[in-house]
């Protein structure tokens, strides 16, 4: 009897794992989606080298292009 319940329970936990594993099913067409805006920071580890000074002010100058 007990090697029935295990049987039985192993082929229900794969069962249960096989079907988690399906592909989803395809989102239905919708209209084009709305443009989402990102903010990107960035932190220096510290300002007191020459490198991160020069890093600093290149990503201010890059980021100046760009609408805030």
Do not use: D, R, W
Not at 15 to 35: I, K
Not at 45 to 68: L, R, W
């Amino acid at each position: 009897m007990k090697h029935k319940f295990v049987t039985f329970s192993i082929i229900l936990v794969a069962a249960l794992v096989l079907g988690a594993c399906a592909p989803a099913a395809a989102p239905a067409e919708t209209t084009a989606p709305e443009a989402k805006q990102f903010k990107i920071g960035m932190a220096n580890f510290s300002q007191c080298c020459a490198y991160f000074i020069g890093m600093n002010e290149s990503v201010i100058a890059e980021a100046s292009a760009y609408p805030t």
